[in-house]
């Protein structure tokens, strides 16, 4: 098996000729070895390199020979190249094994990594000493490198901060000068102003003092009613310009019979206007830091700073003495409409004023509405004389009122309502899409702003609706009885028609602390003094307590409060009355509280030992009876800030509670005293009779409970 393999790796063989052996024919001689050289100290020997110099001509020479022997039979050319390639490199792996065996010194065929040499100490040390000569060396050039680079740089920057700083002075100084100048000709044009203001003061001077008899030396804006009165007269000169200018501009009204009213009109309008300028204007007081100002100087000199001052100068501007070049025409009047900031003013003043604000603000949008019907007629008057008048048939025919037919026209154009002539030529149906477009936007706008109107008008009653229309919802699901839904719907209505809310305490928690103190001390402050319980005490605590009160509403016949009840509230009657009842059925009525009277006062403070805090009577509403209440708690948590007067309360609590219980001990036996002359004391049971009774009746008894199980 052996012989195969060495045949099958030595490569195909020629067949030999008969009786010939076979024998490799001896490799040729190698050329004659040289003379030795001289002796060198390396240890390898001399005779291997001559060895391996033989052994390569006759290694080339089997070579030679086998690539001249013809191929022999291969059955597969790819198995015989992988074979090939195989013995291949086993040859040379053999190679390199044999020159290791022959020279144990011979490297492997990867690259070796390269030799540190080898020093003597001394060579060493003066080797570290040049490197760290270096070292330092590169450090001082690299240190002395980066200060010469930062001292250039810090120089740079020292000469750009000192050009900025010189471009600034520059510009500072410039600026100066430029202020200097307009300061020198602001204050000469300042000087000038003043000295115009002054003169017009002192031609005015008269005016105001005899105005300051009528009128005070400042307006409050907001709550003089004098003002308000006042800007109702500017706004009425101002709607006379806005409507009765644009329909003279349009319309032909100028005529020779009519200027004269005209004018006397306009003339009354502008001295309106410059009433409201000298007079009104300048007495309104502002608020300045939080501050009200009333100092008419400063009044005066605010106003002239404002835009109002300026707007108003422009619209008293008189560009009607451009009659007299032109003609009478009230294009020259359009400047007047420049008031439009007092007609907003007046409008927000009486909004504040009226206790139904929503009928002023529907009849504002309302005049919004009829202000837009009167530019489109005024528009489609001047749209038919720009075409003919009566020349087509859409345009204004020219017959009757001029105003009225195109009036009626807008009206039925803007609103979309139809029944119109059909336009025929492109200026008159670009007019008709413009109206129809803007009528669809102004009535949108102003549908949905009359909406908000009316919805903030009703609110009130929308919530009070849905809160017992929920209520009632409620009852109906679990079937309470009618009497007393009944009940409930009464009270609904009732604290609705009374008070105008449901609780009161929604729109007071709304007000600052100062606010809602002053409505309570002017409603009950002089009842809560008069409480003998209350009398002497400190007068804030009595606020305190005001502020803690809460509103409620007892229906006929309601029960306040029942005999035998535990006492956490005191009661001060608002309005109606209330009456303290007894008896087997509560028919009989011991006395009647009315408006302004308090009971309950003395349960506050009994502690419940001994039953102190129990209610000793039945109280119940005469009527609707409107009260307010003040709870236990609440008292208590005011008196922990009044020490004192929780002493003092105590006390009078104490005598109070000892006066009335003897006042009630007195009553009792007068009330028994009545009683036993009505009904004379009928003689007691015999105590065998009582005796023998109660058997029978126990016997009796449980012969019923028998038979009622059976």
Known sequence: MFDKLKGLFAGPQLPQASGTPGVAPAPAPGPAPGPAPAPAPA?????????????KPADKENEAKTESRPPGIVISSYTDAQIRDIVKRMRKRTEEFKEKVIDPYASSPEISPPVTPILRQEDYE????????????????????????????????????QKKKEAEEKKKAELEEKEKEERRKEGIKAKLVKLLWWLLDFVLKPLEDAVDKVLAKTLDPFTDRRYISWLSVVTLAFNYNTWFATARLCFPYHTASTIPFWFALDMLADIIYLIDAIVFQPRKQF??????????????????????????????????????????KSIFRVNRLLKADTFFEFSDRLES??????????????????????LNACFYYVASDYQGIGQTKWVYSGKG????????FAVRSLINIGGLNEPHTVFEITFQMTNFFVGIFVFSSLIGQMRDVIGAATAAQTYFRSSMDNTVAYMVTYRIPSVVQNRIRTWYTYTWDAQGMLDE????????????TAIAQDINLATFQKIDLFKGCDEQMLVDMLLRLKSIIYLPGDFVVKKGDIGKEMYIIKSGAVQVVGGPDNSIIFVTLKAGSVFGEISLLQSSKDGGNRRTANVKAY?????FVLEKKDLFDILVHYPLAQKVLARKGKKLMKSKGAAAAKAEEKKKGVSALMSPKKPQTPKLLRAVGGNINRAFMDKLKNASRQ
């Not at 008419?296 to 451009?322: A, C, E, G, Q, W």
């Not at 009122?401 to 009626?408: I, K, V």
């Not at 009527?623 to 009260?627: D, I, K, S, T, V």
Request: charged content about 35%; proline content about 4%.
């Open 353 to 374: 004023i009226l206790t139904k604000a929503y009928i002023w603000r529907v009849i504002r949008t309302t005049g919004y509405l009829l202000f837009m019907l009167h």
């Open 505 to 516: 305490s929604e729109l007071l928690d709304k007000m600052p602390l100062v606010m809602r």
């Open 287 to 328: 608020v300045k830091g939080g501050d009200v100002i009333k100092d008419r100087m400063l009044t005066k000199s605010n106003y002239r700073t404002t835009l109002r001052f300026k707007l108003d100068v422009i619209s008293l501007l008189p560009f009607d003495l451009l009659y007299l070049q032109f003609g009478f």
């Open 623 to 627: 009527g609707f009876a409107n009260l």
């Open 43 to 55: 240890p390898a020997p001399a005779p291997a390199p001559a060895k391996e110099e033989e052994a």
């Open 126 to 161: 003066k080797l570290e000493e040049e490197r760290r000569r270096q070292a330092e060396e590169e450090r001082i050039i690299k240190e002395e490198a980066d200060k010469k680079k930062k001292e250039a740089q810090e120089k740079k920057k020292k000469e750009d901060e």
């Open 401 to 408: 009122s001029a105003y009225l037919r195109s009036y009626y």
